[in-house]
């Protein structure tokens, strides 16, 4: 069974430093098409991906947030972590990590329960 | 990127109902097209991949027909479980994008 959890704080000040982790289990991410991604969804709003972490290392980040933006990997904890600097209140949002899985066309895909973060002083 | 875009942004209907979603690409995607389903206050579920193939489990009354820039999924008969937001999402590039969102509410 595949499993995801985000953690990290809820609450960050504008100017700082957002670290959330999404640990996982069920697979291996250096297994073949396999990629653990981040997605937010600011309240009432669509969902916008902000990057993806695949299995043979290569990062994909979203081109308007890109210079704010790293994700890494820590695999021996079975952890993907997703840092976004500068925080402003339009980052307030709920971050989802998202297990996806490709071969030909083929696709699975399981989120995590996403976690809240609010953007305020 | 790639753009996805889809209409409409929200669906009135009622239980039985056949609804039908459209979802756009701003360039072809063959048919690397996922549909997933997002319940009030839940994690997306994914429902559809390579635009017409159903993830195990999911209902029949569920479907996706399309290719190159033009998607659709259809509802054949709208139950209670079925009102949701439903995205759309391109795998053709390496970043993955979604549709701005269909809601789907009670008529």
């Known amino acids: 069974q595949i499993t995801l959890k985000e953690s990290g704080p809820t609450l960050v000040k504008p100017t700082q430093t957002l670290t959330l982790t999404c640990t996982f289990s069920?697979?291996?991410?250096?297994?073949?098409?396999?990629?653990v991604g981040w997605i937010r969804q600011p309240p009432g709003k669509a969902l916008e991906c902000l990057g993806f972490l695949f299995w043979n290392d290569d990062t994909r980040y979203s081109p308007s947030l890109e210079s704010r933006l790293t994700i890494t990997k820590d695999t021996s904890k079975n952890q993907v972590v997703l840092t976004m600097t500068n925080m402003d209140p339009v980052d307030t949002a709920t971050y989802y990590c998202?297990?996806?899985?490709?071969?030909?066309?083929?696709?699975?895909?399981?989120w995590g329960q996403g976690t809240q973060v609010i953007v305020s002083s | 990127d790639i753009q996805m875009t889809q209409s409409p942004s929200t669906l009135s209907a009622s239980v039985g109902d056949r609804v039908t979603i459209t979802c756009r690409a701003s360039?072809?995607?063959?048919?690397?097209l996922a549909w997933y389903q997002q319940a009030p206050g839940k994690a997306p579920k994914l429902l559809i991949y390579k635009a017409s193939t159903l993830k195990s489990g999911v209902p029949s009354r569920f479907s996706g027909s399309g290719s190159g820039t033009e998607f659709t999924l259809t509802i054949s008969s709208l139950q209670p479980d079925d009102f949701a937001t439903y995205y759309c999402q391109q795998y053709n590039s390496y970043f993955r994008t979604f549709g701005q969102g269909t809601k789907v509410e009670i008529k």
């Open positions: 998202a297990y996806t899985e490709e071969w030909f066309g083929d696709l699975d895909s399981t």
């Open positions: 360039e072809s995607i063959s048919t690397w």
């Open positions: 069920g697979f291996s991410l250096t297994s073949r098409g396999v990629s």
